[in-house]
């Protein structure tokens, strides 16, 4: 990846459970974006979170950003099996909104 | 509401042929996105344009080029296509014009396979 990690790669929890991902990046950044893929499909936008910002919630998710530590988390609460996809962070670093992804973290939720 | 419109949605070429993708952004949206996502990859960012100028260029192959159009549309041609090109293509939009901190819309993408 040009950008960085995801942490973890894969993680597999039952329904109900807490989903935690992390993810790093080497620049600086203008905003970090959260977006979910399903398999093989289009990739949907979950959050923003502007470099300013150091917390964010939408529904059962929970962001984080530390520009100090350049990394960002991803918190699923309360995870359903609908949730199962794969997860990417992306951050935007000019003015023309270019997103760098990393690498992704493929969250499997068994019912 | 409507999407980020992208045809085809699969693609089948032989080394060697040329492929043209093509992207439909959402209604008033200014800039275009085009991203390659490999096998288990991330996307990777190849090319913008904001109201039909490039504004950005990133991992593009020479043999690629694109446009963006009087009514915003964008198109992706690809040519002397490799069996390494095979990827699945997204298109995106934002209405960048709006501000920096603006998210992008994706297509559904193009499933482009090359024997």
């Known amino acids: 990846s040009q950008q960085g990690e995801e942490d973890p790669q894969a993680l597999s929890i039952q329904e109900g459970e807490n989903a935690t991902m992390n993810c790093s990046y080497k620049?600086?950044?203008?905003?970090l974006q959260w977006y979910r893929q399903n398999s093989g499909r289009g990739l949907v936008h979950l959050i923003l979170i502007r470099s300013n910002e150091r917390e964010k919630h939408s529904g059962r998710l929970r962001v984080t950003l530390d520009t100090s530590k350049k990394s960002s988390s991803l918190l699923i609460t309360a995870s359903r099996a609908a949730d199962t996809a794969s997860y990417f962070c992306?951050?935007?670093?000019?003015?023309?909104?270019?997103?760098?992804f990393g690498q992704g973290t493929i969250l499997t939720v068994h019912p | 509401a409507a999407g980020v419109i992208q045809s085809p949605r699969h693609l089948i070429k032989e080394k060697r042929e040329t492929a043209t993708l093509k992207c439909y952004p959402i209604p008033r949206h200014d800039t275009v996105y085009w991203y390659q996502q490999g096998p288990g990859q991330d996307p990777q960012f190849l090319i913008s344009?904001?109201?039909?100028?490039?504004?950005d260029k990133g991992s593009i192959p020479d043999r690629f080029s694109a446009q963006q159009f009087s009514d915003y549309h964008s198109e992706l041609n690809m040519s002397s296509l490799e069996l390494g090109d095979s990827a699945l293509y997204f298109c995106a939009s934002s209405p960048l014009g709006a501000g920096a901190d603006t998210e992008a819309f994706f297509g559904q993408g193009t499933r482009l396979t090359v024997v």
């Open positions: 344009f904001y109201e039909k100028m490039q504004s």
């Open positions: 992306a951050t935007t670093g000019t003015s023309y909104g270019k997103l760098t």
């Open positions: 620049t600086s950044i203008n905003n």
